[in-house]
């Protein structure tokens, strides 16, 4: 392992619960940090104190707040649902799953904008959590085109470039639109008519 790779990478593997349960609070404390402080402001020194262990402690789990930050976005993306609400029983109107996975989108902006806003435009990115971003990506992509292809209903040709459109639109809309003041439900029924729009589905 290089050592630019060891920077972003924990240090301790937990076995027993009570380590499990230390690493947990590091990371609870570390969200709750970087929310509060941002990345800049959010040290190692800080996250110790707030999850109440001594930063020793903390370093024998993490080597730094790059590798604290780099674990909180893995976990998002791991713990996203959205890709789950594409693969809903194939009898369930189409629009219903679309309507799904805008709200599951919509509801993993909500969790904490503050702190995703910071994961995903402040994040160190190592060579391997790029190739996890890109491998969420493509997961959900091609769970929208396995959405399209079994809805033969659908009106648009190029199956591929919708299901690409159509989760691009939704992230791309949702993450700047959540992370000030909107009306969620509104949000949500537009973006619902718009790709319904798109898809050519019948009103």
Known sequence: MTAERQRFQPRKQPRQVRAELTRQRILTAAA???AEHGYAAGTTNRIAEQARISIGS?????PNKDAILAELLSR????DRATAALRADPRTPLEDIVRAFVRAVIENHLDDPRLLRIMLEQAPRTA???E???RHQREVI?????LLDRHPGIR???REIAARLVVSTVEQTVH???AGAIDTTRLENELVAMLTGYLGLPR
């Open 32 to 34: 709750h940090i970087f």
């Open 76 to 79: 998002h993306l791991d713990g």
């Open 156 to 158: 648009v040709r190029d």
């Open 58 to 62: 903390l370093y024998q789990y993490y």
């Open 132 to 134: 996890q971003v890109t």
């Open 176 to 178: 700047p639109l959540t």
């Open 128 to 130: 391997e959590l790029l």
């Open 142 to 146: 091609g769970a929208m085109r396995e």
